[in-house]
Every structure is written in structure tokens, then in C-alpha cells.
């Protein structure tokens, strides 16, 4: 059982906007604004797509956007493309017991 | 570029010892922490622990305390897995990724190591 909680699936077509929601609690998400999303792409690495919440790094399109709002991130994807078809997982600090904890990951269906 | 290159995979039995590698370029390699993730067949990611090779300070997921060991050889800019005695359900593809530090999900990863592990 993961830590942070996904839903399983999200779908949507091109061009529209879809949200993910990852869920976690007063200890994770709530507490730290170190919340970080991932993309991986079948039987390959996963790609940061936002760090500290919020943040894209370079390279990443501005289609990608994350918040949060109490024990729970979100991260946006607007303006669908195929490509962005993957499986998506958000990671959070947890303290200096657990450390970092993933999410159990959202399959991403473009339409 | 930044590169972490991992060794290749691994066909190993129930029982036997194991350790994999994880060789970081293009970056200074002391000045961030390298960490390791667990990627079971279809299932998700787990995060087992994390090393900084400028003086092996190392942090383990409670998962993953005592079940593995992580190290770093700073000299040659390259982190390690170890297992001492495999199981069968040690069979995943394991990921190193660079991290800023212990509280921050990786930035760079690896392309992982498939680990087998059957009799």
C-alpha cells in the first residue's frame, strides 16, 4: 500500500486539461512544500516534471503545473498531447524517519 | 550532461549476494546525494534509502533498514546497492537518482538495473 494516494487512472483528449490529485497527510504533503511529480514513459526512467510543489525544470513544457492545498497536490496537465500519455507519480518528504515517500501512481489515458 | 549510468542486469538465486552500481557524470559528484528506488514488475515506486558520497552520510527508508546497503567510492564518482542474501521478491528494476538532498524527490535518474532473482 502506498503512502500517498493516486487515483489509478485519469483520461482525457487532446487539448483538454486533466488533474491528478495526490493525497497525503499532516505529516507529508501538509507539513513540507517538497512535493515532487514524475513521468515515465513505458519501460523507461521517470522524468521530473515539477519539484517544490510548483516548480518545472528546465525543458519542461508550461503545460505542466503543480499546487497544493492542505494534504493534497495536484498537478495539472493542459493542453493534452499523445506524448503526454504515461504513468504519473507525485513524492513527497515525510520527516527524518520515513524520508521520501511516492504515490501509487496515475495511468494517464490520452483519448 | 548529466548522466548516471548503471550497471546491467542481474540473474541471480535465492540466498546469493549482489551488488550493483551506479556511476554519476557530468555534475560534481560530491555535491549532491545519490539515491535508490525500487520498481517491482507493474507496481509503483518505492524509495529505499539515500546516500551523500562527500562523507557517506546515509539515510534508509524503514522499509529498507537493514534489508540492503548503500555505499558510495566518492574517488571513482559511484554509488552502490548490496544485498547479502537475495530473495525472490528482491526481483525488481532498481533506479539510482540524483537528489539535492534527503528531503527532495530525485531531479536526474538512472535507467535502472533489472534485478532476477529465481532458482
Request: proline content about 5%.
Amino acid at each position: 500500500q502506498s503512502a500517498l494516494t493516486q487515483p489509478r487512472s485519469v483520461s482525457g483528449s487532446p487539448g483538454q486539461s486533466v488533474t491528478i490529485s495526490c493525497t497525503g497527510t499532516s505529516s507529508d504533503v501538509g507539513r513540507y512544500n517538497y512535493v515532487s511529480w514524475y513521468q515515465q514513459h513505458p519501460g523507461k526512467a521517470p522524468k521530473l516534471m515539477i519539484y517544490d510543489v510548483s516548480k518545472r525544470p528546465s525543458g519542461v513544457p508550461d503545460r505542466f503545473s503543480g499546487s497544493k492545498s492542505g494534504n493534497t497536490a495536484s498537478l495539472t496537465i493542459s493542453g493534452l498531447q499523445a506524448e503526454d500519455e504515461a504513468d504519473y507519480y507525485c513524492c513527497s518528504y515525510a520527516g527524518s524517519y520515513t524520508y521520501v515517500i511516492f504515490g501509487g501512481g496515475t495511468k494517464l489515458t490520452v483519448l | 550532461e548529466v548522466q548516471l549510468v548503471q550497471s546491467g542486469a542481474e540473474v541471480r538465486k535465492p540466498g546469493e549476494s549482489l551488488k550493483i552500481s551506479c556511476k554519476g557524470s557530468g555534475y560534481t559528484f560530491t555535491s549532491y546525494w545519490i539515491g535508490w528506488v525500487r520498481q517491482m514488475p507493474g507496481k509503483d515506486l518505492e524509495w529505499m534509502g539515500i546516500i551523500y558520497p562527500t562523507d557517506s552520510d546515509t539515510r534508509y527508508s524503514p522499509s529498507f533498514q537493514g534489508q540492503v546497503t548503500i555505499s558510495a567510492d566518492k574517488s571513482i564518482s559511484t554509488a552502490y546497492l548490496q544485498w547479502s542474501s537475495l530473495k525472490a521478491s528482491d526481483s525488481a528494476i532498481y533506479y539510482c537518482a540524483r537528489s539535492g538532498g534527503f528531503t527532495y524527490g530525485p531531479d536526474y535518474w538512472g535507467p535502472g538495473t533489472l534485478v532476477t532473482v529465481s532458482s
